[in-house]
């Protein structure tokens, strides 16, 4: 396996926007010089149901195109997936899981089939209903993932999404200012066990 790949493993429900911050990760590593795949892996495609997105980071290219079985991070989008999904298949035990959750990681841990590896939440719902005025939890579970893996250089990553923001919210300034402090504030507050 390439050494300078990075795997992450998303999981969430259709309409929480796992496959977007999977998009939106893999547009600000290629715009960083990365070779970048990012996809989602469908079931029932209908609103709620599970969804598993992919991608693959590296610095040189990526040839392999298949699901990722052996991530070294894994994001949990829905927190009631860690009853219903094994999240935790074949994570890394050197790597981590970013879970959106109010409740802390050692509280979760029991969820997560005997891994050893560290663990990371952040309360999604409660910056993005303050920055956003709603629950998008896939912006601050993209910055979460983003400051844990270290895939990304922060500050670069801010600008490449300040200017994604700009082009795709041009007429509406104030979903841009909220996206980015969506952003820093998760950031700043994900935390591990």
């Not at 993005?128 to 990553?157: D, H, K, W």
Request: proline fraction near 6%; aromatic fraction near 8%.
């Amino acid at each position: 396996m390439n050494q300078n790949m990075i795997e992450i493993r998303w999981h969430g429900r259709g309409g929480q926007g796992a496959k977007t911050a999977c998009l939106l990760l893999a547009d600000a590593a290629f715009a960083s010089g990365k070779y970048v795949q990012g996809f989602p892996e469908y079931g029932p495609e209908r609103m709620g149901a599970p969804i598993t997105a992919y991608n693959r980071i590296s610095s040189v290219p990526c040839t392999i195109h298949s699901n990722i079985y052996k991530p070294q991070y894994v994001v949990v989008v829905d927190e009631s997936l860690l009853s219903s999904v094994d999240v935790t298949a074949g994570l890394d035990p050197a790597g981590a899981i970013v879970i959106n959750s109010a409740k802390p990681a050692e509280e979760l841990r029991p969820l997560l089939k005997d891994y050893a590896g560290r663990v990371y939440t952040l309360d999604a719902r409660r910056i993005s209903e303050a920055c956003l005025g709603g629950y998008f939890p896939n912006t601050p579970m993209l910055a979460a993932i983003v400051q844990v893996s270290g895939v990304l250089e922060p500050a670069r990553f801010m600008a490449d999404m300040q200017e994604s923001f700009q082009h795709k919210f041009a007429t509406k300034p104030q979903v841009i200012e909220g996206n980015m402090n969506c952003l820093t504030q998760a950031m700043e507050e994900v935390q591990s066990a």
